[in-house]
């Protein structure tokens, strides 16, 4: 076995220095030379074929962009966990679907029981049923799944989770309208002017592919006045006299 592993090696060898050092053997059609050098040729022709072509490390990313979100420009950021996310509004929905439908088969088999069990029992049914899905929208409504930039029109837009899963918030806004909390909350990374209203904002830094676009996102590129304060007038303060200490008089004992 080993004799003849080394029989093919040698021949593929043989080959390869038959098609570098006589280019004339494959020309030759009647040669033994160039059937090894054809055959050869071929066979390394169909293992090159099969090796897959790396694709670029933004490849991934651009896939996941769906048509109708491509007008916005380039895309810079995507969620790592909007995955995660989704499933968890999607079960929690789900199981709130279930438990109304549960809800009437429910109360007939508690109707023995006392007042305040029904009471209890049916408080902390409802408070799963409908006050979770609640709970979990306001949490995830502030993640960015996805961040696309303009740089012509200089424009932002911020994808977010509807209450829906299936549908989604668009935020149009421009470097301007982002402010940048002085004590950032638990979920707010910046919020966005959108007419009268400032919607918090949530993403990731890391999560972004565009250090440009994530510099002019948070305005890192504008001058930063480090003392605050320094170019406003210091009011004047007028100088106070101390009024004249009065001699103490000397008692007597």
Not at 3 to 31: K, N
Not at 66 to 72: H, L, S, T
Not at 90 to 104: A, H
Request: with cysteine.
């Amino acid at each position: 076995m080993p004799l003849l592993q080394f029989g093919r090696s040698s021949a593929s060898h043989l080959s390869r220095s038959l098609l570098i050092s006589c280019p004339r053997c494959i020309a030759s059609p009647t040669s033994s030379h160039s059937l090894i050098a054809r055959l050869s040729w071929e066979r390394m022709d169909k293992s090159q074929s099969t090796v897959p072509k790396r694709l670029p490390s933004d490849f991934a990313l651009r896939s996941t962009v769906p048509a109708d979100e491509k007008r916005f420009g380039d895309l810079v950021y995507t969620g790592t966990i909007r995955n995660h996310l989704y499933a968890t509004k999607l079960v929690s929905l789900t199981s709130s679907v279930v438990g109304v439908v549960v809800q009437p088969l429910l109360f007939q088999r508690i109707q023995h029981l006392p007042g305040f069990l029904q009471g209890i029992i049916g408080t902390f049914f409802g408070f799963f049923v409908f006050v979770t899905p609640i709970l979990l929208h306001q949490l995830v409504r502030r993640y960015v799944v996805r961040m696309y930039f303009n740089p012509e029109a200089d424009r932002f837009t911020a994808v977010t989770m509807h209450f829906i899963p299936r549908m989604r918030n668009f935020y149009t806004f421009s470097p301007l309208d982002v402010e940048i909390p002085p004590i950032p909350g638990m979920f707010t990374s910046f919020t966005v002017q959108q007419g009268e209203k400032k919607v918090p904002l949530f993403v990731n830094p890391p999560d972004f592919t565009s250090d440009f676009a994530y510099i002019k996102l948070m305005r890192y590129d504008e001058p930063m006045d480090i003392i605050q304060g320094a170019d406003q007038k210091r009011p004047e303060v007028k100088e106070q006299i101390p009024a004249p200490v009065k001699p103490r008089k000397n008692f007597k004992l």
